[in-house]
């Protein structure tokens, strides 16, 4: 409800007896709030006999009760303040304001033009109760091209036809390790170069160093695993961002768990060649060195991570030749966690995907 005390325009009609009143929010004038009242008409029609009520000109489409200006002022407002703040200063209830955003939000984005995509990244985040959304992006102007929900290709099937229907050719798809992903990209755009890059390289390999870090952890007596508890991320944290005395204690449990120090060294030097090697073919000497250095270790999960090295390796080695990479979207993922944590959970996952479409081009997160 709207506060009492707002002005009020009354619109008369020619026919009171066939019409009905109806009352919408229009802008406050000074500090009121302004409300207009019409009796509007019930037409009858002469071929069915059903009623219908005139469509009135200032209102954004039929059924809301607030005006065009009132809506157009609350969207240009929503950068700057919270829904809560914009229901409050209008006196309108949180989910008229989220309703007036999210129908300016569907029309925005009612078709995303895929013309001239060449570069894109496929990436997976996952949104509480909700489950996963895998979020499409275009590489070049960082625009949200497509949210499926779920993971894999069935939250694909939808930007497939997209892909289809406008006959668009991608140069090169960055995604991570997963072989769906892979599989719908070799089916779907099997002229595109796939991309490996640096930062999916490296979180996998810091998800082998936490397995060995756990395992390690395992074989030992509980006064032991107090050495190892809570020192996850001194091991993987990139060296240069450890202060002095975190690097010390890092050389020192090193020397202590051999496994893990040699997990933790070969994964410097994995990280050491993105930025030594100027070119591909340098780049593809590091990588079987480094191959042949981990199989050489004997330890299992480095040994697999050697072999999904030499699996992947041209499509990893392709960073050089295009400098395209999909690390930003992981910044981009939080931004998302950040504004699903702040609104408590979407229950309406319509409006969450909207927002995420609007992301890249959001200022600020306003709730």
Same mark, same amino acid.
């Given at each position: 409800?709207?506060?009492?005390?707002?002005?009020?325009?009354?619109?008369?009609?020619?026919?009171?007896?066939?019409?009905?009143?109806?009352?919408?929010?229009?802008?406050?004038?000074?500090?009121?709030?302004?409300?207009?009242?019409?009796?509007?008409?019930?037409?009858?029609?002469?071929?069915?006999?059903?009623?219908?009520?005139?469509?009135?000109?200032?209102?954004?489409?039929?059924?809301?009760?607030?005006? +065009?200006?009132?809506?157009? @002022? %609350?969207?240009? #407002?929503?950068? =700057?303040?919270?829904? $809560?703040?914009?229901? *409050?200063?209008?006196?309108?209830?949180?989910?008229?304001?989220?309703?007036?955003?999210?129908?300016?939000?569907?029309?925005?984005?009612?078709?995303?033009?895929?013309?001239?995509?060449?570069?894109?990244?496929?990436?997976?985040?996952?949104?509480?109760?909700?489950?996963?959304?895998?979020?499409?992006?275009?590489?070049?102007?960082?625009?949200?091209?497509?949210?499926?929900?779920?993971?894999?290709?069935?939250?694909?099937?939808?930007?497939?036809?997209?892909?289809?229907?406008?006959?668009?050719?991608?140069?090169?798809?960055?995604?991570?390790?997963?072989?769906?992903?892979?599989?719908?990209?070799?089916?779907?755009?099997?002229?595109?170069?796939?991309?490996?890059?640096?930062?999916?390289?490296?979180?996998?390999?810091?998800?082998?160093?936490? +397995?060995?870090?756990?395992? @390690? %952890?395992?074989? #030992?007596?509980? =006064?032991?695993?107090? $050495?190892?508890?809570? *020192?996850?991320?001194?091991?993987?944290?990139?060296?240069?961002?450890?202060?002095?005395?975190?690097?010390?204690?890092?050389?020192?449990?090193?020397?202590?768990?051999?496994?893990?120090?040699?997990?933790?060294?070969?994964?410097?030097?994995?990280?050491?060649?993105?930025?030594?090697?100027?070119?591909?073919?340098?780049?593809?000497?590091?990588?079987?060195?480094?191959?042949?250095?981990?199989?050489?270790?004997?330890?299992?999960?480095l040994k697999t991570m050697a072999k999904t090295i030499r699996k992947h390796i041209k499509g990893i080695v392709a960073y050089w030749n295009t400098g395209i990479t999909n690390a930003f979207m992981e910044?981009?993922?939080?931004?998302?966690?950040?504004?699903?944590?702040?609104?408590?959970?979407?229950?309406?996952?319509?409006?969450?995907?909207?927002?995420?479409?609007?992301?890249?081009?959001?200022?600020?997160?306003?709730?």
């Amino acid at each position: 409800m709207r506060n009492s005390c707002a002005t009020t325009v009354e619109v008369e009609t020619l026919q009171r007896p066939t019409s009905v009143v109806e009352s919408y929010g229009g802008l406050p004038m000074g500090s009121k709030l302004f409300d207009i009242k019409v009796n509007l008409h019930r037409i009858k029609c002469k071929e069915c006999g059903s009623y219908l009520t005139e469509q009135l000109d200032f209102l954004p489409e039929a059924k809301v009760h607030y005006t +065009k200006q009132l809506a157009r @002022t %609350i969207i240009e #407002l929503r950068p =700057e303040m919270t829904i $809560q703040a914009l229901a *409050k200063h209008f006196g309108l209830s949180w989910n008229t304001v989220k309703e007036i955003e999210k129908r300016y939000l569907k029309k925005k984005y009612k078709k995303v033009k895929l013309n001239n995509v060449k570069y894109i990244g496929i990436d997976e985040i996952h949104i509480g109760n909700e489950g996963f959304l895998t979020i499409v992006r275009d590489l070049e102007s960082g625009s949200v091209l497509h949210i499926g929900d779920g993971k894999g290709a069935d939250a694909l099937s939808d930007f497939t036809k997209r892909l289809r229907l406008c006959k668009v050719k991608l140069e090169a798809i960055s995604l991570d390790f997963g072989r769906v992903y892979i599989k719908w990209a070799k089916e779907a755009q099997p002229q595109a170069k796939l991309i490996f890059d640096h930062f999916h390289l490296i979180k996998l390999m810091n998800d082998k160093l936490d +397995k060995i870090r756990r395992t @390690t %952890i395992a074989k #030992l007596e509980e =006064e032991e695993m107090k $050495q190892l508890k809570n *020192k996850r991320w001194l091991f993987l944290k990139n060296i240069e961002n450890l202060e002095d005395d975190s690097k010390e204690e890092l050389e020192n449990l090193r020397s202590i768990y051999d496994d893990l120090g040699t997990a933790s060294m070969l994964k410097e030097l994995l990280r050491n060649i993105y930025s030594i090697a100027e070119y591909d073919f340098e780049a593809e000497i590091a990588f079987d060195m480094w191959c042949k250095k981990a199989d050489e270790t004997g330890i299992s999960y480095l040994k697999t991570m050697a072999k999904t090295i030499r699996k992947h390796i041209k499509g990893i080695v392709a960073y050089w030749n295009t400098g395209i990479t999909n690390a930003f979207m992981e910044g981009f993922n939080n931004k998302i966690r950040w504004l699903n944590k702040q609104a408590y959970g979407y229950r309406d996952i319509e409006y969450l995907k909207l927002k995420i479409f609007d992301l890249p081009k959001a200022k600020d997160l306003k709730l």
